[in-house]
């Protein structure tokens, strides 16, 4: 029977968990020095390895070699694990044994000892997920439990766990795996499968996961599924809709040459075959990263757009709209001057020249001018005739603290 590419490229001891290295370390360390917590949270973002530790951590347990960070994996307690079908590991699903019941269900067994190994071990995952009648219930026992169990709670949303159930637990944080260790691993996976894939084929993938290993080998599974040999880069960018570079590029071509329509027409194709567009996101924000020859303002505001871009359409905003917009805004902001060209022409203006201004007041008036006005050292900032250099400088500092470096025209300046 197939079996997916993320089932069978499990990690099966600690040393196959890529990109963990602090997690690895500590539950290497606790679990040789036998000072394992009973009550162990694994927290982290999908598809970084949270249920594949936990398998680990209960065979390196029950192992019948021993209590060791590397289980053998050959015995019949280790396989049994490994199969999910351990009578002393029991694995439970909490986005769908949630409730009160399902948590004293729990308690109940917590009584009874191992059946054929040294621990029993209790591994819930999704374990936000339960009620906090539920939570509440199990207080008592993750905080005490028979020395014979371990409890191994995982999650993608630590926040939703309360603070009393924490504070009880050992958390262990897995972090987005990063791009360069994914690649490695996929490269393993297709040299095993006997797969030829482009080195950049696998720069796609690895980038489009998001630090997760599950989706990249998801995306592997489907690029294989689609073509069984020689995967090309145009091959997996069509299968996980990431935009080959050369689109990337010439989508802000058009954007820096001011040419807002060829862009929008390009994002208008790219929706008809089916592009991700929080990938193709994602793409512009790392080509702006790179980009050499912009001013840092316009850098700036560009990255600034697209992140917002992001997170909208992470909000489940419809994403062309998003992408639309985000190329109107882009547009818009190359034509903003920069904040120095800005110093420049008030340095070099006589205040006489800034229409409504009130002689003999203080641009930037705190709401005490008038107590301020009685004191006799009180320099007149407000003589905007001045052809002192100084003050002068020291008003355009004003004006440019008080829009605190966003990039403005002179026009609106002058407001
Ligand atoms: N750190 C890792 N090192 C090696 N492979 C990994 C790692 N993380 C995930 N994988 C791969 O992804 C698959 C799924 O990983 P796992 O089930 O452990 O993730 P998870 O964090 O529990 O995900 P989810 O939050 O979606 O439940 C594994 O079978 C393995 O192939
Ligand atoms: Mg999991
Ligand atoms: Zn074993």
Redesign the pocket.
Known sequence: MYKV???K???TKLS?????DIAVRILKNAIDADRLHHAILLA??????????ARIIAKSLNCEKGTSSEPCNECESCISITKGKSVDVVEIDGASNRKVDDARNIIESVKYPPLKSRFKIYII?EVHMLTIEAFNALLKTIEEPPDYVKFIF?T?AMEKIPDTILSRCQIIT?KK?PTDLIKI?LKGIAEKENVKIEDGALDIIAFASFG???VA?GYLDRCIAYKPEDLTQSDVSRVVGVSEKKTIEEYFSDILSKNTSSALSKLQLLDERDANFEIFVRQCIDFLLGLQDVVLEHKTALLNIYYTALIDIKQKVEPLSVLNVATHKASAVLSLEQVESIIEKLSNMEFSDIPDNKQNETVYDNGNSAAEESKPEKKETSNLQSTDSSELDENVRLILKEFEGKIITVEKLNK
């Open positions: 590419l993320a089932r490229y499990r990690p196959e968990i890529i990109g963990q982290g973002p999908m598809g970084v390895g949270k249920t594949s530790t995952d995982a993608t897995l795996i691993k997760s290993m599950r080998e």
